[in-house]
Each structure stands twice: as structure tokens, then as C-alpha cells.
């Protein structure tokens, strides 16, 4: 069919239409920052992380929450991680080697006694953990929450029989609060994030701060990204999200 000046024009006209509107309606790629993060700061960091996307269109920030030990064997093993923040020193060093750049500390965070809602067995210090009739779990020992519990309780002399030990301060609360144990070390700061549990404050642990350390990783392809994340953390509105959470400022505790 021989098609007219006219029709031919239509046609041209309507291609490029079409063209135009499937160019536009193409969006645009979105950059990832993957963010490997210790379990504890599961509710700021989500929340920080909505606001970095909200003050960075086009990017999304993807979160994997996890014990800090298990975090810094998958950043080893070559997760493609952007950014680590540990809930201590000791498993930062463990990914050292995988750092763009030294890593800096954030926040720290300290021990206390939950127990559930009510503390129905009245539990009131460290030692009622050596009761029969009190079921305690904690984080295992290469976790940072139970790194500074076996450290808490050796300097205390108290060999305490806990039922388990759990990949995470998350895990430690939830077996507390879904009353499969009586009682567990956690952070202060995992009190105000969970319900039907309470806390019960043990001074001595003031002796056993964790230091939180973040640092952007090899891992990850977005370098320049995981930086202003990591600037974001460090800076005022990063901080000011952190203390109102619970975690206390680094300079006081290296202060000391």
C-alpha cells in the first residue's frame, strides 16, 4: 500500500510520540548504599536512613541488620557492603582490611538487665541471675553484647548458668519479651525500642562501654555515596538522632 504525504507524516509524527513518551516515562536508575549495620541500631538507622534518601533523590538506602560478628565475616567473605557500623571495636578490626578509610566512632552504648514487664521475680542486680528459679540468656561471647557481658561478669566473679546465647541483642530481647527467658543483658538503648519487657540498671556495667566505630567498605560500588552517609551519621542531625535514641557521645567515654 502506497501511503500518502499526509499519512506518512501522521505516522512519523506518532513514532516520534511514542519514542518521547517511552524515554520519559523510563525512570532514572537508582543508586543503592548498602549500609551493614549491628542490630542495636536497627530503629535510628531506619530512620536516618529515610531521611539521607529523602536529601538524596534517586538514592535508596538498603539496611542489613545483624550481630556485628556475623556483619564482619559476610564484609571478609566479600558482601557488597558500602558501609559497616559496628557495635564495637574489636569486629570493626576484623573487616579493617576491607575499609576505604579508617573508621571513626559514633556512639557507645552500655549493658543493662531486661526483664519482662512488671519484673514479675523481682529481680533487682546481677546476682539474682544465680537463681534457680531465674532463666537468663545472653549474646554469645563473640557478639559485642556478649564480649562486654563476659567481661561484666568475670569482673563481678559471677558464674551465671544462661539457658542460651544468642546471635543478637535483638534475639536476646525477643526471647525476654516472648517469655522464653526471665531475664537477659541488653543495651539501654534496645529498652525503649521493644514492649513488654522493662529494664533493670546494673552500674557496674558502666565499666564495660561499647564503642561504636562506622567506616565505608571496599565491597560496595557506591563509594562517594557511602562517604555523605557516613558524614551524615557523624554530623549533627546524625548525632542529635543517636543521643535522643539512648546512645551516648563517644568523646565522653574516651574522655575518661
Partial sequence: MKLTRSSLTLSLVAAAALALSACQSTPAETKVV??????????????????????????????????????ATQIVE????????SANEKQMTVAEAELLEPAQLFATNVLTLVVAEGNPL??????????????????????PCGSATTQLFEAEGLAVNVASEEASVTDVLGKVAQGQADAGL???????????????????????????????????????????????????????????????????????
Avoid: W
Avoid at 78 to 85: E, M, T
Fill in 78 to 85: 566479600g558482601a557488597p557492603a558500602d558501609v559497616f557500623a
Fill in 34 to 71: 548498602d549500609v551493614y549495620a549491628a542490630a542495636s541500631l536497627q530503629d535510628v538507622f531506619t530512620t536516618l536512613g529515610a531521611e539521607f534518601e529523602a536529601s538524596h533523590p534517586g538514592t535508596t538506602v538498603e539496611f542489613s541488620f545483624a550481630g556485628s560478628s556475623d556483619l
Fill in 122 to 143: 523481682g529481680i533487682s542486680g546481677l546476682t539474682d541471675l544465680l537463681r534457680e528459679d531465674v532463666t537468663t540468656v545472653v549474646c554469645a561471647p563473640q557478639v
Fill in 186 to 256: 541488653v543495651y539501654v538503648t534496645d529498652i525503649a525500642r521493644a514492649e513488654g519487657v522493662e529494664g533493670v540498671d546494673i552500674p557496674q556495667a558502666m565499666a564495660f562501654v561499647n564503642l561504636y566505630p562506622i567506616g565505608v567498605t571496599s565491597g560496595g560500588d557506591q563509594p562517594e555515596l557511602a562517604k555523605e552517609f557516613v558524614d551524615f551519621v557523624l554530623g549533627e542531625r546524625g548525632q542529635a538522632a543517636l543521643r535522643e535514641a539512648g546512645f551516648g557521645d563517644p568523646a565522653d567515654a574516651t574522655a575518661r
